[in-house]
Nanobody
């Protein structure tokens, strides 16, 4: 059974930084793409960033491009989201997601429980 456990959320002032981590277990982590999504109160869950199995190819939502960086350490079965220059509109529950294939073109079938990120103005 695949398990994804996020950590690193919290309260930060606008302009600050946070790094989210997602520890994966239950399958060969290095074979699959991983992603981060977020859901703000009253809004639908939205894509934030994704990284392919090798860590070479990444893509980002326009709203976070240039501020967030997704990375992975396959030796540690962990994917990260470095969030810089945070804005109040980044406030949301952030979810780690595991793809069913090696690139982000595949569906995400595995989800963590989420971690709250709150950015104060």
């Amino acid at each position: 059974q695949v398990q994804l456990v996020e950590s690193g959320g919290g309260l930060v002032q606008a302009g600050g930084s946070l790094r989210l981590s997602c520890a994966a277990s239950g399958r060969t982590f290095s074979s699959y793409a991983m992603g981060w999504f977020r859901q703000a109160p009253g809004k639908k869950r939205e894509f934030v960033a994704a990284i392919d199995w090798s860590g070479v190819s990444t893509n980002y939502a326009d709203s976070v491009k240039g501020r967030f960086i997704i990375s992975r350490d396959n030796a540690k079965n962990t994917v990260y989201l470095q969030m810089n220059r945070l804005k109040p509109e980044d406030t949301a529950v952030y979810y780690c997601a595991g793809s069913t294939g090696p690139t982000s073109q595949y569906d995400y079938n595995y989800w963590g429980q989420g971690t709250q990120v709150t950015v104060s103005s």
